[in-house]
């Protein structure tokens, strides 16, 4: 098999890798910002909820929730396709440590900030979304894009749970044809393509945010 | 409703201890391919800082090994190594893999580390009249050391948690432990579980353990 046919072969699996990871960011975001807001304004046993929460997501490995969930949930009387276990579980997993760097982000927010919206009549919701979010969002945007990284490499995993993305389809031609070296240098490459560039986007951001005196990497 | 469920709480606790016998293996490769990263991670930034040329190359190749993923890292090393002839027991392998792979990620701490000690230090350790062999070892690695504790702690939990992943190349920790209960029972649920708890208990130990060793030295980061 010639080098072109591989990497043709293993693009088949683009599209699922694809779905995976929009689908994973449609469950990381709304987690990470609805848990990190949680975590930063409750107080007492609902902080404690909140936290263990998102302790149970970020603390357990992905591959392992991955598993767990996969083979688990059935059992529950749950039939899920693998897709949805795969896109909820990096996503959950991914957004677990994304909501750390909102919390951060709001925590790092000069206080001074919520007092004067308040003292001009806002209530405090209306502080949180107009004055707050919008600064902490913008200040968590670098972590947000390495999130992202992470979250695309991970999607890497589902082809463990018998989901056919490029990792999947590189080890169905290497049943086909014994060629480790092409085939394996070919799904390094298949995914260096995908997120060298995002790679790159993101240490930019970070340095531009270091050098308004913004954002540090959480 | 009863009928929909099908889970064996009690077989469950009766398999946890076979699941736990891999512990000792999460935690050999854990430290294991800590250790390496540690050292190729410092190796990394050494060669980017040593001359100019050598900066766009290494920074190219530690932003191809976090532009990869781990799994396919780790299948890359498992397949092609024994086509070139060398084969390796699987649990090299995997510390192999690991360690390069976070090398990639440790070698900004260092920099970062290195970085945040101030020039002044450098240049008043010159003036002095240290050569800059001295500068290094006794004026900018001691401070760099402070910077970098903190987040070479958090590496460490995330490579804990990367460790299940060596089950694919049959390293036999928790996640493959689980596996072969799973094979020899027929039943996939019970172990995929357990393994999720332990792993969570584990993870759970090594950060409060992490935290615990941060305050004694008195650095503060509350993030991992």
Redesign the interface.
């Known amino acids: 098999m010639s080098f072109l046919e591989i990497m043709h072969g293993i693009y088949q699996g683009f599209g699922v890798t694809a779905v995976v990871t929009i689908l994973g960011v449609l469950y990381a975001i709304p987690f990470a910002l609805l848990a990190g807001v949680l975590q930063h304004y409750s107080i007492g046993i609902y902080r404690l909820g909140i936290t263990a929460v998102i302790e149970f997501w970020r603390s357990s490995p992905a591959i392992v929730l991955l598993y767990a969930f996969y083979y688990s949930l059935p059992a529950f009387g749950v039939y899920l396709s693998g897709i949805a276990v795969g896109a909820m579980v990096l996503g959950l997993n991914i957004g677990g440590y994304g909501s750390q760097s909102v919390r951060a982000a709001l925590q790092a927010l000069d206080r001074g900030q919520c007092q004067a919206g308040l003292a001009l009549g806002l209530s405090r919701f209306d502080v949180l979304r107009f004055i707050e979010l919008p600064q902490a969002i913008a200040a968590m945007i670098p972590t947000f894009i390495n999130q992202a990284i992470q979250l695309i490499k991970g999607t890497s995993l589902v082809s463990l749970i018998t989901l056919a993305d490029m990792t999947f389809h590189a080890k169905l031609i290497s049943e086909r044809s014994y060629n480790p070296v092409g085939i394996y240098s070919g799904l390094l490459l298949a995914y260096l393509m995908i997120c060298y560039p995002v790679t790159i986007l993101g240490r930019h951001l970070e340095r531009s945010a270091r050098k308004d005196g913004g954002a540090r990497e959480f | 409703?009863g009928a929909?469920?099908?889970?064996d709480v009690a077989f469950a606790i009766r398999i946890a201890p076979l699941v736990l016998e891999g512990v000792g293996h999460t935690i050999l490769v854990a430290l294991l391919s800590f250790f390496a990263a540690t050292i190729i991670g410092f190796f990394w930034e050494m060669l980017r800082r040593s001359y100019w040329l050598m900066r766009p190359i290494t920074q190219f190749i530690i932003?191809?090994i976090?532009?990869?993923?781990?799994?396919?890292?780790i299948?890359?090393l498992f397949?092609?190594l024994?086509?070139y002839g060398v084969t390796l027991p699987a649990l090299f392998v995997g510390v192999f893999g690991l360690s390069i792979y976070y090398s990639g990620y440790i070698s900004e701490v260092f920099k970062a580390g290195i970085d945040a000690v101030p020039v002044g230090q450098s240049e008043a350790a010159q003036s002095l009249g240290l050569n800059s062999r001295d500068t290094v070892v006794f004026v900018i690695m001691p401070q760099m050391l402070r910077n970098i504790a903190a987040p070479l702690g958090s590496y460490l939990i995330s490579i804990l948690?990367?460790?299940?992943?060596l089950?694919?190349i049959a390293v036999p920790e928790m996640?493959g432990s689980?596996f072969d209960v799973?094979a020899e029972t027929y039943r996939?649920?019970?172990p995929?579980?357990v393994?999720?708890v332990l792993?969570?208990i584990l993870?759970?130990i090594a950060?409060a353990l992490v935290t615990g060793l941060e305050r004694h030295l008195g650095l503060s980061t509350?993030?991992h």
């Open positions: 409703m929909l469920v099908n889970f932003d191809a976090r532009s990869t993923p781990l799994l396919v890292q299948y890359f397949f092609v024994p086509y948690k990367s460790t299940p992943l089950a694919v996640q689980a799973a996939y649920a019970e995929m579980f393994t999720e792993f969570l993870a759970l950060v509350p993030f």
